[in-house]
């Protein structure tokens, strides 16, 4: 499967005119319009909602037209082995954020970091959880003990005596 | 007290133990980010901002504005050495500087950029010192409806000079507007645009977004191009360095015009993108051997390091004198004063000129140490790139999702950040420049707040933004920017029907 530009264009078009949508939606419970002391809380979302989506048609245009004068062998814009790459990264840093918010950043970074020198940088697995570690631990010492800010912690650290 | 004491005042603040140590740290950090793709200088200085809140605001910006030169620095590096440029700032340096490297000559051609780029940095910095003064004179006269005239006239750049699409540049900016009004409404108290989402009720923090954009947007677009690094030798040999330096007057007037241009596009709103690949292509123009451009020719190299930091310096002066910066990085620092509790523009220099005169100084000092520095360690720097992928991008990953929490401790910018990430990687492939989105959400408040005081004042009419010569003349120069460049381009499109880039 290969992703076309016209189809990423147009997708984009649509996704930002949208968001002009639901900017005017939200504008207009507040009131767009003009009071006794001046503009309303929702005109200035509102219009440049408006500009949105304006500028989000006109992009579409564009695509359309782009589309239409494109010759046959057209250069995809995503070949399947790039898409591939960052469905898998992203979907990497889906399970990341995941578990991070579960348990914790210091888990979730260690977490991440060994499986990905392990599955896919080739280091043996004592090797991988060594670095992984070792970068937890260091975040822990530079914002816990040099800036003093607490970061996100799930409940594996209070087994180890770290609040 | 003229400009020139005033400077004296600014080196005095700026030459402490303290400060020199501040520089050294925030010009290797800028390195570190400059060199390694996904980290850039935007969502480097958005990283450190929540750990300067414990600085004084001068020591703070001597830190960021360190770090933005060492980010320029290190971009640069890996261009030369790499062929990957770590900022797209300094793409064009890959042109001329990569093959020159290739041929062996990878110490000259780092050289050429780091001294060239140090040239125009002090460039820069010296129309900062002469024009800061004047600029805050002029914008003491500024009232609401004039600074909402600038605000327009900074975004109307964007769209009318930029090189991407102008209905491009209107959505990046529009969305950063909304983005920027969701939460609290500063002026009639209301909230705004939450959808009932309690997260959203303090507001959608610009660092969050810049951190998703630019560092998870930039590793996406890494990530997808399948790492391979293939670097060129990287030793740094002393005689080479002094026989460079020896041939640099050479090439006085690349570096002379390529300086001003970079001096022109860092004040207006183009940016240092924008100013070195403009220098490269006018430099490319007016050589005779034209050919041999893109094969290591030195003014290849010259002509877009010199631009892009003397625009990367420039930029700060419109940042400070009126509180509009002109390229992303500036907008990160000016949302940084804000949190510090300053207010940029004029006033800032009648009640801190400590703080501006200190960060004046501090730019002339940090950019020698900054091509000292970077010589240095290239070595150091270039064995930085030889590390795997599949561990230094979860790392960088790491970092990023860190920085992010350290803004507000909310896990909800967790999501964020990833959203974002998205979002940046595809406005990324699909040409939406991302520096007006970051521009209008740390002045659409300010936008805002000076559209609906004009408006109170002249009771709803838009006759107020034409009526005295000072705010009609910025009016009018906003809408020319907005409408001439994009009239030429079609007019010159129209005579010769093959436009090149």
Known sequence: ?163 | MGNFDLLMTGFGIAITPMHLMLMVCGVLMGLVVGVLPGLGAPNGVSLLIPLTFTLDPTSAIILLSSMYWGALFGGSTTSILFNIPGEPSSVATTFDGYPMAQSGQSTRALTLAFMSAGIGALMGVIVITLLAGWASNFALRFGAPEYFAVYFLAFAAFIGMGSASPAKTMVSLTVGLLLASVGMDTVTGEIRLTYGFSELLGGISFLVVVIGLFGIGELLATVQEGLRFRGVASRIHLRDVFRTIAELPRYWATTLRSGLIGIWMGITPGGPTAASFMSYGIARQASRKGAAFGTGRPEGIVAPETADHSAGTCAMLPMLALGVPSSATAAVMMGGLMIWGLTPGPMLFATKPDFVWGLIASMYISNIVGVILVLATVPLFAAMLRIPFAIIGPMIVAICFVGAYTVGSSTFDLWLVLLFGLVGYLFNKLDYPLAPLVLAMVLGHKAENAFHQSMLLSDGSLGIFFANPLVSSIMVVGLALLIVPKLLQLGARLRRPATVE
């Open chain 1, 1 to 163: 499967m290969t992703v076309r530009r016209f189809h990423a264009e147009a997708a984009t078009a649509a996704a930002t005119g949208i968001l002009g949508l639901i900017a005017i939606y939200g504008a207009a419970e507040l009131g767009f319009g003009w009071e006794d002391h001046g503009p309303q809380a929702g005109y200035f979302p509102f219009y440049v909602g408006l500009l949105l989506i304006g500028a989000s048609l006109w992009n579409l245009i564009r695509a359309f037209v782009a589309y239409r004068a494109a010759t046959a062998e057209e250069e995809p814009f995503l070949p399947r082995e790039q898409l591939m790459r960052i469905c898998k990264f992203s979907a990497a840093l889906l399970i990341f954020v995941a578990a991070t918010l579960m348990l914790g950043i210091y888990v979730g970074t260690a977490g991440y970091i060994t499986w990905s020198a392990w599955r896919q940088g080739g280091y043996r697995l004592p090797v991988s959880l060594g670095i992984g570690l070792g970068f937890s631990v260091a975040l822990y010492l530079i914002f816990e003990t040099l800036f003093r800010i607490p970061l996100l912690k799930g409940p594996i650290e209070p087994l180890l005596g770290i609040y």
